[in-house]
């Protein structure tokens, strides 16, 4: 039996999209901060996941690609990625590398390093992606929080993608740190209020 | 004879609902993200939800009726 679609089983349109404009436009990453907020503050305020649960397009993504389009072995995670400390383990690092990036960005701001115009995969190989970047109005600290960002989005897309290849559709959510810490906050919330 | 029902493993539960979107029985709620909860009268077992977990922590037991 299918289930009736939504307006937001089509967000993965969306992430697809913000991935694609990426490459012709570095400035767009500014819109995916939205994907980072949302979360927190359906999580903070409605003390639930209704963003992983119906709107998440990136998970839409992954189960479309490797369910639907069957890219993926489809077999069980290994034990030791669903552990707590490897979830959590990846959450801090994930925020670390955040922050540091966050802290470079600062840095052109101030106007202590020059703008680079490069996209950095998996926190170590810089990809030349110069072609996306058309000059700023503004500071060029703008354009390098774009760079960032989009890096962190393209990292874990592309960490997604391998997990999705080898395990099931969606094996990103399990230790994606945005689940992770929205299920913390929400558990977190959980036990304060059952307690009063 | 014994009846086949989801049962979560809660402790692995991510809360991401995959298993909520493919009941086809509207069986399965996450209740404050916390983690997800089959209610065992609307189940009939048919393991949607167990294939599509990412985390693997749904198993189908034999429940006694
Ligand atoms: S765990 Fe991450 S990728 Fe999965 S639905 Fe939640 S936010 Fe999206
Ligand atoms: S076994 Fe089938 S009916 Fe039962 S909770 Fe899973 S998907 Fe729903
Ligand atoms: S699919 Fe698995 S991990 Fe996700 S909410 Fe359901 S039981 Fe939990």
Known sequence: MKQKKRWYDYLWIASLTYLILGFFNILFAWLELLCFFIPLLIAVIKGNKAYCNKYCGRGQLFSLVGGRFGLSRKKDVPQWIKSAYFRYGFLIFFFTMFFLMLWNTYLVFAGARDLRTTVTLLWTFKLPWHWAYHGTLFSDGVAQFAFGFYSVMLTSTVLGFVTMLLFKPRSWCVYCPMGTMTQLICKAKHTFSSRE | ?65
């Not at chain 2, 399965?28 to 949607?48: F, M, R, S, T």
Request: aromatic share 0%; charged share 20%.
């Open chain 2, 1 to 65: 004879m014994a009846k086949r029902k989801a049962t979560i493993n809660q402790k692995q539960c991510v809360a991401c609902g995959c298993c909520m979107k493919v009941c086809p029985r509207g069986a399965i709620a996450i209740p404050n993200g916390v983690c997800a909860q089959v209610d065992k009268g609307l189940c009939v077992g048919c393991g949607l939800c167990a294939r599509e977990c990412p985390a693997s922590v749904i198993a189908l037991e034999e429940v006694a009726e």
